[in-house]
């Protein structure tokens, strides 16, 4: 079987705890590739202010283009609606061979509201998840695997990156600040923020 990481995230911005961490999986688990696939619509923040999707797309092609095992689709923009990730991940399982075996990456916090994700249940069954971890999420993750069961146990799995200790809030109030924030996403990135005004407000 082969390995596909899917990187699953809002990305708004991607910076280098997404970055480190796609690699640090990439790297453990043997994989072939990682795909980031940047949220268009993303369920659970409906109704919040979240950048538009084509410069979360954009910053996230900046990003990654340095990496020859990384990848970006826009999977979820050509979709309307919520970007259920059953949806993203039946239509990669649909677009490769059947010897491929998807990984669903994402933050640990993301992960401990698994139990309210769309048919979660069958999205466990197609594909398996890795929780990046911050600092004391640890027990959370646990508590979602038993909350899974078998299906939980096997297919439910965590990897500590302390890089994760950045985050795309943080980043965001920063620029609203007016603070720097040299060297905790890519330059390319930056460059993207400031052409395009972004996060000011
Ligand atoms: P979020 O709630 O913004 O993020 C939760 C935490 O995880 C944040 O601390 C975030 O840090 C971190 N994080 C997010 N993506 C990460 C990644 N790929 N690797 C490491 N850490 C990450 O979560 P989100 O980004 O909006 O959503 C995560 C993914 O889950 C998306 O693909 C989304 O579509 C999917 N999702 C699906 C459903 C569903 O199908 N019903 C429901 C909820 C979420 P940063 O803020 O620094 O990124």
Known sequence: MKKIGIMGGTFDPIHYGHLMTAEAVRDEYKMERVIFIPAANPPHKAGTMITPAVHRFNMTLLATCSNPYFEVSDI????????????????????HSSNTEFYFITGADAVQELPTWDRIEELLSICQFIAATRQGCIPDVDAIKKHFGTLGEKRIHRLATPELEISSTNIRNRL???YSIKYILPESVE???RKEHLYLT
């Open 176 to 178: 609203k600040k007016g």
């Open 191 to 193: 460059q993207y923020i």
């Open 76 to 95: 979820e923009m050509r979709r309307r609606g919520p970007s259920y990730t059953i949806d993203t991940v039946q239509e990669l399982i649909n677009t």
